[in-house]
Every structure is written in C-alpha cells, then in structure tokens.
C-alpha cells in the first residue's frame, strides 16, 4: 500500500489563442505525492487542458526524477486519462478543490456556483446564502 502525503487542486482559466480569436480555457490540475513501501516519493502531475488545445498532460517523478511524461490529445481521451489517473472526474476535482478552500462563517461546507458580474463566478452558501467566495476571470470580460 502506498500512503497519500498530499493532494493539491488547482484549476485555472483564462484564454488561449490569437488576440483577434481567443478562446477561454480550464485548466485542472491534481498533484500528489505518495510514499511508496520501498520509502521513496512518487509525485504525480496530472493537468487536463481545456480549450483551443483539449489535452491531458501527465508527469510522474520517483525520487523527484522525472520517470513519466506523456501527453493525451482530445477532450474525451483526455478526460479518460485525468479520470483513470487521478481517481477523480473533473467536475470531482473542481469540488474537491472547493470543499477545501471554502466554509462560510456559519460553519457549512456545501456552496453553490453562481454567475456575478459577467467573467465572475460566486460560491454561496447552500445553507444561509452567504458569499463565501468568488472566483474572477479577468480574461472574459476583456
Ligand atoms: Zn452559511
């Protein structure tokens, strides 16, 4: 059995492409490390690439030498790949990385999107309504 040290989420957007044509992109991300039986680190990076490119990038470092590095093109055998080697689906990890940055002040963990302003997303509270945080995207209203 290998034990999980670290789980890291992180999800980006913005755009990609021409200045003329821009398309917006999401990126996820999952890092983690893991401790192999024999001691030695296994840290995996896993990024699905949504957007003019569609493609899921994988890196795998044992002993923080790089072991592995391929790269899926296309959205559906990207998604596979993120899925197969991450244990999540991208809408998982998009709120896995919001249950752990977010809690409202009335102690709930469970939030909802909502759209702002436009290029803004809100996280309300699913409970009281609160505003617990926003997520802005800066390149889609340019
Ligand atoms: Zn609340």
Redesign the pocket.
């Known amino acids: 059995m290998m034990k999980l040290l670290r789980r890291v989420v992180d999800i980006k957007t913005g755009s990609e492409g021409p200045a003329h044509d821009p398309y917006s992109y999401t990126q996820i991300r999952v890092e983690t490390k893991h401790v192999r039986e024999d001691g030695y680190a296994l840290v995996q990076d896993v990024e699905l690439h949504e957007g003019l490119v569609e493609e899921c990038r994988v890196r795998q470092y044992i002993d923080r030498r790089c072991v592995s590095f391929f790269t899926v093109e296309g959205s559906k055998d990207g998604r596979i790949v993120f899925e197969a080697m991450t244990g999540l689906t991208p809408e998982m990890a998009e709120r896995c990385r919001l249950r752990l940055d977010t809690r409202?002040?009335?102690g709930?963990r469970q939030v909802r999107a909502e759209n702002g302003y436009p290029g803004e997303t809100l996280y309300v509270?699913a409970?009281?309504d609160?505003v617990v945080s926003g997520h802005f995207n800066e390149e889609s209203v340019r």
């Open positions: 409202c002040r009335c709930s509270c409970r009281c609160n």
